[in-house]
């Protein structure tokens, strides 16, 4: 039976895609994620928030394969992935767009979306360019600047086409590390918009992003990390309306008692 079969959903339910239980991370002696257990279900679109430093990027890196965690598991379809590098992953379906955006700046646009697509073959087969269609639609920018280098493009651009880079490697679930490091607001709503949009298409997306305000109203469900653990969780909107939450998060201070 495949890992497939084995994951059928009851009915009601949807098939849990990423199940990350009890991780533990760690740079060196330095313990970065202790005891994190996280779960995306198939169309959702999952947040994760918490202070700089609070080891949320530590989670995704570990969870996608950048880094091997120390203990732990982390289930991908139903299959164990805890040990798989990064490429395998993504051959898998779990797709990360990393913080900082890691974009090939002296590669033209195009190079970069065709690298995306590297694990089905680049650009040669008639599915690969259905999906740099649908992509350049989803960012026009991007289409107008297929043949510029990609570094020359500002950081709201760069942000789009490191996005459109996961999605041509047509993730099952994409990860979206820090989506609004370095960028104007007007440029995050747009962002959050296309992110929105495409969740409601049926794209699962794990969102980790220290702008809380902003994940919180289109994330179904959020997790908060702090210390290098899951602090709370629970449905995005009434984390959105948790005191602590707010004042922590959101820079709303609790009602005076």
């Not at 969780?233 to 959105?240: F, T, V």
Request: no cysteine.
């Amino acid at each position: 039976m495949s890992a497939t079969e084995t994951l059928a959903p009851a009915p009601g339910a949807a098939e849990i895609l990423l199940d990350i239980k009890s991780m533990e991370l760690r740079y060196g002696a330095a313990v970065a994620v202790r005891d994190v257990s996280l779960t995306v279900r198939r169309g959702e679109l999952v947040a994760i928030i918490g202070n700089n430093g609070a080891g949320k990027s530590s989670t995704m890196k570990g969870a996608t394969g950048l880094v091997m965690p120390s203990g732990g598991q982390v289930m991908f379809r139903g299959a164990d992935t805890t040990r798989l590098p990064a490429y395998a992953k993504v051959a898998r379906g779990l797709v990360m767009v990393p913080e900082g955006r890691m974009i090939f700046p002296d590669q033209s646009v195009e190079d970069n979306l065709t690298l995306g697509a590297y694990v089905h073959g680049g650009l040669k087969g008639a599915r690969a360019k259905q999906t740099l269609e649908k992509v350049l639609a989803l960012f026009p920018r991007l289409k107008e600047r297929l043949a510029q280098q990609a570094g020359s493009m500002s950081g709201g651009e760069q942000q789009m086409l490191a996005i459109a880079r996961g999605l041509m490697a047509e993730p099952e679930l994409l990860v979206i590390d820090e989506l609004s490091l370095g960028l104007a607001p007007k440029i995050v709503d747009q962002l959050m918009r296309v992110l929105s949009d495409l969740n409601k298409a049926g794209l699962t997306i794990l969102l980790v992003e220290q702008l809380a305000s902003y994940a919180l109203a289109i994330a179904d469900h959020a997790y908060v990390i702090a210390n290098g653990r899951v602090a709370r969780q629970g449905p995005s909107a009434a984390l959105a309306r948790d005191p602590e939450v707010m004042e922590a998060f959101l820079g709303k201070k609790k009602p005076a008692a």
